[in-house]
């Protein structure tokens, strides 16, 4: 008897606090930016290895296979822009570098790298970019890294990750000079 008139008053209990904290005021929602500013840009998403890490060892050649690059091995600040054809914003961000590619000479290099499975049908609808691209259909950078998504741009020196994000804001290649 003693064991059940305890489970009850627990059931009483439990019950009188559920409906407590159901009449409690829910979380307010964070106040949305005034009408025509720009909403604040979300904090990057990098899954895998950080900032700071070494970088795993990755070979990948350019699209006319002349060239290999060893992401680990590189000793001048490197930028590399992972992209897939089909992705709008990955065009938009290539675009954006080219536009600018005056400002990034003697401050770092540059590879576009496509992950689609033919590079070079990739690039026909992409267009000409005055960088370096490489081909990744295996995706081995992503993969090294831990990034999941297109585009995604890692910046080496050194063999360590001084930059890593996924996704695409305007502008953002700024933040690739600092």
């Known amino acids: 008897m003693k064991v059940k008139s305890f489970a009850l008053a627990m059931v009483l209990v439990m019950g009188v606090a559920g409906v407590a904290m ?41 699209i006319d296979g002349k060239t290999q690059v060893a992401i680990e091995k590189v000793t001048k600040k490197t ?3 992972m992209i ?27 590879y576009g790298v496509v992950i689609d499975m033919d590079a070079n049908a990739a690039m026909s609808r992409i267009g000409t970019v005055p960088f370096p691209v490489l081909a990744d259909s295996e995706y081995k ?19 360590k990750i001084l930059f890593a994000q996924q996704g695409y804001r305007p502008g953002q290649w700024k933040e690739y000079l600092r």
């Open 141 to 159: 950078i992503g993969n090294a890294v831990g990034m999941l998504s297109t585009p995604s741009t890692l910046i080496v020196k050194d063999g």
């Open 22 to 62: 159901a009449a409690e005021k829910p979380a307010e929602k964070p106040a949305a930016a005034p009408e025509g500013a720009a909403a604040p840009a979300p904090p990057p998403i990098v899954y895998g290895q950080n900032v700071g890490d070494n970088v795993k060892p990755v070979t990948i050649s350019t």
């Open 79 to 81: 930028i590399f822009i």
């Open 84 to 110: 897939s054809s089909v992705c709008t914003a990955c065009r938009k961000e290539y675009q954006e570098i080219a536009e600018n590619i005056g400002k990034f000479e003697g401050k770092a290099d540059i």
